[in-house]
């Protein structure tokens, strides 16, 4: 037989059964619809966030450390006191050392991290917050979207960087009328002299107040744009001053109570750094180099790579969901032909009698079968996009009440959509596996005789 | 080949199906030749075995002993692909019960058996529009056999029956569901296709009168033994 009888004879014995031949496809159809919009749902946050990371240029980034407690507490025993020796040998992230990172061959540009809490003041309205201090040179980059407004254009400025949500936390939804207005910050100080850890029985139990208020004015030259995904970046404060300015300042650097028990000789060390690249390729490079500095590492490109075999395991957790549409759609579709060729019971006998080989009716079987895959897949497909087109534009009204740019929440590329009509029709030829053998079994001499 | 060649041979031809312990023989030792060209009447009450000889001889089913001879070539032999083409090209078959698709018009039903012989759709269709023509049913091409008459679809089996030009005609009661008028007619254009296309054709039936009036030669069955052999005409 030709392939296009083999097409026509199955639209033929299809048509003859509409009913059944439709309520089998939309089966497909929602198996394959289901099976896409998740995969497309995954793909879609993939590609979010690897537009995010390229955006921010956070690939050029490798964060440094000096030793951490916090890792220490995760260790016991002798694992413990290896740590500790571990992090004795660990040099300190200090002015002198950044001075170090910044000679390495392929570094653009290295600043510490500089957070301390404070209190802001503006529209009548107080919020306490964490602000960081980045240099202007850092703030004129691709690191900060702004919604309105400018960077600071020096270290030494009088001027803050406050963000879109923190403006709508103080009642404030007109980012562009913000510019230029004043905000008061203040910052807590203590006189670390005459601090000793005993004290702190005395502040828990409200005994005692050993901090001062220091306040500040500063012009709000630019409002950050909220990030279309809240992943990790270098950006982690609201509000955000020159570096300079910070260094000027009577404050606490503190973001954790282990700041205040800290040597004096350890005070002045920062406990993260950014390092930016001038290209990608010399991440590795200069990784290695800063580690041999007796620092630690942490490159953005590696966290993508790990988030990537997240996204692997969501996807496959997504795809097993859909596949149990499939499995139910194949059921169907075995049932349907093997109804379909007990009906034809007789039909068959009359194929065989007239000359047609096992193969010839296996073929029939199966491009009917791959007929209702065919179609499954590509209407489960048209199904999947409408699905996902619908939750999107939900999403976004819901994510665009909170200010949050518009996020397409799916992607459909195209190897998913070739996939899907594929695998749908695949999926639908390995139903047809049985009923095809089945029919092919059928005795003409039975058959003729059958009723 | 001369009219005097012996087309189809059978030797000791044996069927029997086992039920539990206990055997049955539906034809036993069955022996028959017919020659080219000739017009075999096969009778027999019912259960005698004619339709198991039918379809051993078509095909369909394999003995369980003797061998069949079609055109020099032993059938009891072939495995299932050479038995397919044989099906496919050596015989034809017509059926008591007219085995037509009920989807399928007249002139697909014709052009049916071509299906499988990767005959483009054009040429199924006059192939079969020509064959329809020589059983007079032209103007009942785009009929259904639903809205044939018996004889009318009887005739529409035979067109489909010698599409594939098949070198013997196996008509297994043939004119048993039509009336007698009818079945006259069938019989006559089933005579007329012996006499005129020299087509060599096999029949079971058990209307004496018909195959007296028809056919050449005659072979009785009973208990799926030959009980008498001759010849008419």
């Known amino acids: 037989m030709r392939a296009a009888d083999y097409i026509e004879q199955s639209f033929t014995n ?11 496809t939309f089966g497909v159809i929602i198996g394959i619809g289901a099976l896409v919009s998740m995969i497309a749902f995954g793909q879609g946050m993939q590609e979010n966030i690897t537009k995010e990371f390229k955006e921010l ?18 260790r016991r025993g002798p694992q413990r006191r290896h740590f500790r020796q571990q992090q004795e040998d660990l040099a300190g992230l200090d002015e002198k050392m950044l001075e170090e990172i910044r000679r390495i061959r392929g570094v653009e540009r290295v600043f510490p991290e500089v957070r301390f809490p404070a209190m802001i003041r503006f529209n009548n309205k107080e919020n306490f917050t964490y602000i960081q201090a980045l ?59 005459s601090f000793n850890p005993a004290m702190i029985t005395s502040i828990v139990s409200g005994q005692g107040n050993f901090f001062e208020k220091e306040s500040y004015i500063f012009t709000i030259v630019g409002v950050s744009r909220r990030s279309d995904f809240g992943g990790p970046g270098l950006l982690r404060s609201d509000v955000i001053i020159p570096i300079g300015t910070s260094n000027k300042m009577k404050k606490l650097s503190a973001t954790s109570i282990r700041d205040f028990f800290e040597s004096e000789e350890n005070q002045n060390n920062y406990s993260m750094a950014s390092v930016k690249v001038s290209s990608v390729e010399h991440i590795e490079d200069v990784k290695q180099r800063i580690e041999q500095l007796g620092l630690r590492t942490f490159a ?28 139910v759609a194949c059921l ?30 296996k073929k029939i079987i199966f491009f009917e079968t791959a007929t209702i895959g065919f179609l499954g897949g590509v209407f489960g497909l048209v199904f999947g996009w409408l699905v996902s087109m619908i939750i999107n534009v939900v999403v976004n009204q819901i994510l665009a009440r909170r200010g949050v740019p518009y996020v397409n929440c799916f992607s459909f590329p195209w190897w998913l959509c070739l996939g899907a009509v594929l695998f749908s029709i695949l999926v639908s030829l390995s139903a047809g596996i049985y009923p095809a053998i089945r029919a092919a079994k059928v005795d003409p001499v039975v058959a003729l005789r059958h009723d | 080949m001369t009219e005097t060649t012996c087309l189809v041979e059978t030797q000791g031809l044996t069927k029997a199906y086992t039920s539990g312990r206990r ?16 017009f075999l009447a096969v009778t027999g009450v019912s259960g005698s075995g004619k339709s198991t000889f039918m379809n051993l001889l078509g095909g369909l089913d394999r003995p369980t002993s003797g061998s069949i001879i079609v055109d020099g070539k032993y059938i009891s032999k072939m495995d299932k692909k050479e038995l397919t083409l044989y099906r496919r090209h050596q015989v034809g078959m017509v059926f008591q019960s007219f085995n037509l698709i009920s989807s399928y018009t007249a002139l697909e039903n014709v052009g049916f058996p071509l299906l ?18 020589k059983v007079g049913l032209t103007s009942r091409s785009n009929h259904r056999p639903s809205e044939l008459s018996g004889g009318e679809q009887q005739r529409v089996a035979v067109a489909r029956a010698l599409i594939n030009k098949p070198k013997i005609l196996l008509a297994d009661e043939p004119t048993g569901n039509l009336d007698s008028k009818t079945a006259g007619q069938i019989m006559q254009m089933l005579a007329d296709l012996n006499r005129n296309q020299n087509l060599t054709i096999i029949m079971i039936s058990h209307e004496e009168n018909l195959v007296r009036q028809f056919t050449q030669d005659i072979m009785r069955l009973q208990d799926g033994k030959v009980i008498e052999q001759k010849t008419i005409r």
Do not use: W
């Open chain 1, 332 to 361: 169907g579709i075995i049932n349907t032909m093997v109804m379909s060729i007990l009906e034809r019971y007789r039909e068959i006998g009359i194929m065989k009698a007239v000359g047609a080989a096992d193969s010839d009716v």
């Open chain 1, 135 to 193: 240099p202007a040179v850092a703030c004129q980059s691709e690191l900060i979207k702004l919604k309105a407004g400018t960077a600071f254009d020096s270290n030494d400025a009088n001027a803050l960087i406050i963000s879109e949500s923190m403006l709508e936390s103080m009642d404030f939804n007109e980012p562009q009328n913000a510019v230029g207005q004043q905000i008061e910050l203040a910052t807590l100080t203590i006189d670390s002299n």
């Open chain 1, 14 to 24: 299809l048509r003859k059964m509409k009913l059944r031949t439709f309520l089998t």
């Open chain 2, 23 to 38: 055997q049955f023989f539906a034809l036993s030792g069955v022996t028959l030749s017919v020659k080219k060209g000739r």
């Open chain 1, 300 to 327: 953005f490109a590696d966290m993508l790579e790990g988030m990537k075999k997240g996204f692997m395991l969501m996807d496959m957790f997504l795809f097993s969901i859909g596949m149990i549409a499939i499995t």
């Open chain 2, 116 to 133: 499988f012989s990767d005959v483009s759709r054009k040429e199924r269709s006059r192939r079969a529009a020509q064959m329809l023509d």
């Open chain 1, 57 to 74: 240029g956070l690939f050029n980034y490798i964060s440094v450390f000096s030793g951490s407690e916090g890792e220490m507490n995760h």
